[in-house]
T-cell receptor, first 112, second 117 residues
Framework: DAKTTQPPSMDCAEGRAANLPCNHS???????VYWYRQIHSQGPQYIIH???NNETNEMASLIITEDRKSSTLILPHATLRDTAVYYC?????????????FGKGTRLHILP | DAGVIQSPRHEVTEMGQEVTLRCKPI?????LFWYRQTMMRGLELLIY????????DSGMPEDRFSAKMPNASFSTLKIQPSEPRDSAVYFC???????????????FGPGTRLTVL
């Protein structure tokens, strides 16, 4: 079972910031938060990951709460091409060989 | 880099036939993953390899499924015999070797859409 909870769908106007929430209240101290997205008919694409500090790259920003029980992925200026399913993932367990489990994700619709 | 390469992109076969899906990971990556995606079950991890060795195959649905990685640049997922319920998109992903604090970034291929009639 996925260790994260995400809303099933969200809408965002084109050009605005898209803020995608994720709850991971049972996260362990050495577990990372990862975000992937899957555009229709393509394979999932890595976006960003973090442990406890906020992270930013060319695609997005990741804000992790101080207690690490939730996080928010921010797409600063959403475009129509950002329409996709976004997956928030926490590594399962403490074994470095543990697998990543994809949940149902959030279907983000960018509205023109 | 061409990214993860999968072949074929589409496969249509009849029930009972053998199906072989192929994957070429990104050069230099040490981990390789096979996933299956359906509308009903979402994205499921079937098996993953590290340094060509199968680490966890608990996601393989049954004995009809087998996967091999004979070398660092090639892997196959075989279904024999195939059944209609195996119809899905099969993704291969690869990831860099872990260092220090470790990351699990995976790079996915375009997938193989399998239809079993």
């Amino acid at each position: 079972d996925a260790k994260t909870t995400q809303p099933p769908s969200m809408d965002c106007a084109e050009g605005r910031a898209a803020n995608l929430p994720c709850n991971h209240s049972t996260i362990s101290g050495n577990e990372y938060v990862y975000w992937y997205r899957q555009i229709h008919s393509q394979g999932p694409q890595y976006i960003i990951h973090g442990l406890k500090n906020n992270e930013t790259n060319e695609m997005a920003s990741l804000i992790i709460t101080e207690d690490r029980k939730s996080s928010t992925l921010i797409l600063p200026h959403a475009t129509l091409r950002d329409t996709a399913v976004y997956y928030c993932i926490v590594r399962v367990g403490e074994n470095r060989d543990d697998k990543i489990i994809f949940g149902k994700g959030t279907r983000l619709h960018i509205l023109p | 880099d061409a990214g993860v390469i999968q072949s074929p992109r589409h496969e249509v076969t009849e029930m009972g036939q053998e199906v072989t899906l192929r994957c070429k990971p990104i050069s230099g990556h040490n981990s390789l993953f096979w996933y299956r995606q359906t509308m009903m079950r979402g994205l499921e991890l079937l098996i993953y390899f590290n340094n060509n060795v199968p680490i966890d195959d608990s996601g393989m649905p049954e004995d009809r499924f087998s996967a091999k990685m004979p070398n660092a640049s090639f892997s196959t997922l075989k279904i024999q015999p195939s059944e209609p319920r195996d119809s899905a998109v099969y993704f291969c992903a690869s990831g860099p070797d872990r260092q220090g604090e470790s990351t699990d970034t995976q790079y996915f291929g375009p997938g193989t859409r399998l239809t079993v009639l």
